[in-house]
């Protein structure tokens, strides 16, 4: 059953860390408080995907189900096999999707072929992924995401965006500090902008 689990198994993050420090980004889970102000942001109603990237333990993906995202609406793309293993357990109802998030339409393309992604929620830690990881992510999330629909970061800096690119195609729509979160984070709501006119045309 889905949220059986609670607490974060702060071991396997811990490992996972050791293995992957860069991919990781982070020693500790995201708090509980963090992963609410994150899914705090998603309309529960509609009929598009929401995308998970980087979901590690799994406390944004519960946050997101208690939300009221349907089971059926949620895409969650892990890299680590470790991370994969533990969230199929945990949430046996919802795709837990083992891939790139760089490659992301192929990811979902697998399991939602032709399916618009309404939003999408990435604990990626964009400050410490290789550069070119992280424009292919970001080039992904404009291509797929709706024009008006949200991408929601989150960052430990304490000012800026964590990626340059994240205000080329999206623009700021809140910045919220999360203090009940070890180290203290902020959750950054972007909406995708419409393509300019011009660039439809041509
Ligand atoms: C900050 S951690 C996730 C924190 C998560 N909210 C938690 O509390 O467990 C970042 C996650 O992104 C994953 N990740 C890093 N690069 C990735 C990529 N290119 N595609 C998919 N997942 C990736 C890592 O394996 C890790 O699980």
């Given amino acids: 059953m889905a949220g059986v689990i609670r607490a974060a198994p702060t071991g396997l ?3 996972e860390f050791l293995k992957a420090p860069a991919g990781v980004g982070a020693v500790w889970p995201s708090s509980e408080r963090l992963a609410q102000g994150m899914a705090a942001r998603i309309d529960p109603q509609g009929d598009g995907l929401v995308v998970e990237l980087g979901a590690g333990t799994g406390v944004v993906t519960q946050a ?3 939300q009221g995202v349907s089971a059926e609406r949620l895409r969650v793309v892990e890299c680590a096999p470790a991370f994969v293993r ?5 949430f046996p109802g919802v795709a837990i999707l ?3 998030a760089a490659q992301l339409s192929d990811v979902l393309d697998a ?3 032709g399916i618009p992604v309404d939003a999408i929620v990435s604990s990626l830690p964009l400050r410490s992924l290789e550069a070119g990881v992280v424009s292919a ?4 999330c404009r291509t797929l995401l709706r024009p008006g629909c949200p991408l929601i970061q989150f960052t430990y800096a304490l ?3 964590p990626a340059a690119e994240l205000s080329d195609g999206f623009e700021l729509r809140s910045d919220r500090s999360i203090w009940a979160n070890l180290p203290p984070a902020r959750v950054i709501t972007l909406a995708r902008v419409s393509e300019p ?5 041509g």
């Fill in 98 to 100: 083992q891939g790139d």
């Fill in 111 to 113: 399991s939602a072929p």
């Fill in 86 to 90: 533990h969230l199929r357990q945990r």
């Fill in 64 to 66: 997101l189900l208690d």
């Fill in 197 to 201: 006119e011009s660039a439809q045309i």
């Fill in 13 to 15: 993050f811990l490992r």
């Fill in 159 to 161: 000012r800026g965006l």
């Fill in 137 to 140: 992510v970001l080039d992904q």
